[in-house]
């Protein structure tokens, strides 16, 4: 009997270290996952809580987490078994931010001034809804049908598709939503906000306002190896800075998005351990990185936060989205726009139509082909803050398609080939969702 009650305390023993070490430091980072997708979803989109966790945060380790919220103050609070409380404030304009215990909610804030274009003509390009268009070329049986594998029959939870948006020829060509979700749902692009923040690259390149191929205006890099690196090398993820980008364990990753008040800090310290132009490596710490150097462009913080939706998002009428920002007041791009499925797809549409919009031409023709034109070892996959199809990643997609991407198999594809964009939003990715079989079977509902 003695001897089993040393072997059970030894095991016991064994399990608390374990614990100790490889699963307490996470609670902290489970619990401002949760509170920031809580107050997210809550305050951006008007979900319950209920369904926030039965949707959202549906994760493993992160269903751990304990949520409530506080609709008078406009926050949310998780913690995990009790620990690790994390708070997550919502503000209008800003969206909401993972706050730490040195925040100071009474501090005066700006917010950008956002200003809806009037147009009257029809979705995309308008305010009007669309009028249904029948294209003879289009096989609408076969389409539906595609269109309705893609979803989950109720009480599954296998395919997760929230919704999807097809543009054919500048018109809505169809459109499906998941049960809770509609045209006016507002839903986290992820990753694809990286493609939106490129983008300002574009716009102000366009407007001889920078120049992509110099050296990255940091003064932190001046006196050593890093001086080389160029703006271009961080659009194309191929700096050779260190980064890790994982999102199962503390990483670079979750550490920036969930512990750090300055997010575009997290890469700007890191070290070379590769060559620029030539050691490509997915980074959301750069693409943060970016949205510092556009700060940079401007005089005043108000100026950054209104060219955002100035020069783009207003300008191009997606009059849903919002980009959230971190404690110090910048967008975090890497990660955190949100937008109805339709106001996705208008993105997708200005880089279909290569810049132009309603006749205006909002960043340069070229821009498009940069974006979409492979980087040096990334071996075909990866453009200017765009995923690429080139070495046919989808075998039966077309290879011109290239598309925005995010966690958890949100997408914004463009084929030029074919004058399309196809808008997926969701909770599964590839190749857990067939996205293979999505895209090919649109395409092969159009008539040879």
């Not at 395919?159 to 543009?167: E, N, P």
Request: aromatic residues 12%; positive net charge; proline residues 3%.
């Amino acid at each position: 009997m003695k001897n089993f009650f040393k072997i059970f305390t030894f095991l016991l023993l064994l399990i608390l270290i374990y614990l100790r070490i490889a699963i307490y430091p996470q609670l902290d980072l489970i619990s401002g996952f949760s509170a920031k997708s809580v107050a997210s979803g809550h305050f951006i989109d008007n979900r319950s809580i209920e369904m926030i966790e039965k949707g959202d945060n549906d994760i493993p380790k992160v269903d751990w987490a304990t949520n409530n919220v506080d609709d008078s103050e406009g926050s949310a609070t998780s913690t995990v078994f009790g620990l690790k409380k994390r708070k997550a404030i919502y503000r209008t304009g800003l969206g909401a931010t993972l706050i730490n215990d040195d925040f100071d909610l009474l501090k005066p804030y700006d917010t950008p001034k956002r200003t809806k274009v009037i147009n009257n003509s029809q979705y995309p390009f308008g305010k009007l809804e669309p009028k249904d268009t029948v294209f003879s070329n289009v096989n609408y049986k076969k389409l539906h049908v595609v269109l309705d594998a893609a979803f989950d029959k109720k009480e599954e939870k296998s395919k997760r598709t929230r919704s999807i948006v097809i543009l054919y020829k500048g018109k809505l060509l169809a459109e499906k939503y998941q049960d809770g979700f509609n045209k006016d749902s507002k839903i986290l692009g992820w990753s694809m906000t990286k493609s939106i923040t490129a983008t300002y690259f574009g716009i102000l390149q366009h407007q001889g306002k920078i120049n992509i191929m110099q050296a990255a205006p940091l003064v932190e890099w001046q006196n050593d190896s890093r001086k080389t690196i160029t703006i271009n090398d961080l659009l194309h993820m191929n700096s050779g800075l260190e980064w890790e980008e994982k999102y199962d364990k503390i990483s670079d990753a979750t550490k920036m998005l969930f512990v750090e008040k300055d997010m575009t800090k997290s890469q700007l310290n890191k070290p070379l351990v590769g060559k620029p132009n030539n050691s490509w490596n997915y980074s959301s710490g750069t693409t943060n990185l970016l949205s510092g150097i556009l700060r940079q462009q401007f005089k005043s913080h108000q100026e950054y936060l209104d060219f955002w939706y100035s020069s783009l998002i207003d300008k191009i009428g997606m009059d849903s989205m919002l980009i959230e920002t971190d404690m110090a007041g910048n967008f975090v791009g890497s990660s955190y726009g949100w937008a109805t499925t339709r106001d996705w797809a208008k993105f997708g549409q200005l880089y279909l139509n290569k810049g132009n919009w309603n006749g205006e031409q909002i960043f340069d023709k070229s821009w498009a082909k940069y974006v979409a034109t492979p980087t040096h070892s990334s071996n075909g996959r990866y453009g200017g803050q765009f995923w690429l199809n080139t070495n046919s990643y989808f075998p039966d997609a077309p290879k011109d398609m290239y598309y925005a991407s995010g966690f958890q198999g949100q997408m914004v594809a463009i084929f030029p080939s074919h004058d399309l964009v196809i808008v997926r939003m969701g909770l599964k990715e590839n190749p857990e969702f067939d996205f293979n079989g999505l895209l090919s079977g649109i395409i092969e509902s159009f008539n040879k």
